[in-house]
């Protein structure tokens, strides 16, 4: 039996723009990164929390995405590939900055330092528990639910097989669902 492959408008929309951008047409290019940015953006800001440093990230990936697109081989993988660009940007970035982290920066990024909501939406309740998660199970559970990014695409991303991306993903929902639980 073939395996249907559903894709959304969205996606069909960017792979279209990513062909007409390797045609050459830059109105097609602008309207691709403008359609990008706010994502890279988001994910460079969740990988190093700095507001300076994701502008001038998502500049440099922005660059790389326009110079490298007529390299992509094919149009359905250019989700995966604007995340590495950014991705790799970022941890660029990390490793050279890594001896200037300030203690309010992650202050910043302690769930403990999070105040007690009281909501009870079941949305705000998942967006509570996923602040007490370790950074690299918040990032796949955002990477696969909230980004819809395959199991392959997330292996692209984080330069590992996709059987440890599966157990990775595996295991941040069993933490995600202990906390759900432990804090009803």
Known sequence: MA?????????ITDEWLVL??????????NLLLRRWQPRLASRAYRLTVD?????????EALIAI???????DDPVKFRSWSFTIVS????????????????PALCATNPA???ETGRDH??????????FLEEVDRELLRLHYY????????GAIENIPEGTVKSRLFTARQHLRHQLNSNP
């Open 3 to 11: 395996k249907t492959m559903q894709r959304k408008a969205d996606q």
């Open 20 to 29: 007409r951008s390797q045609e050459g047409s830059v109105g097609a290019l």
């Open 51 to 59: 507001a300076d440093a994701t502008s001038d990230i998502v500049q």
């Open 66 to 72: 326009a110079n490298g697109i007529r390299k992509l």
């Open 88 to 103: 790799n940007k970022s941890r660029d970035w990390i490793r050279r900055r890594t001896k200037e982290r300030t203690l």
């Open 113 to 115: 330092s999070i105040p």
């Open 122 to 131: 079941p949305r705000d309740r998942i967006r509570d528990a996923l602040s």
């Open 147 to 154: 980004e819809g990014l395959t199991l392959i695409e997330i």
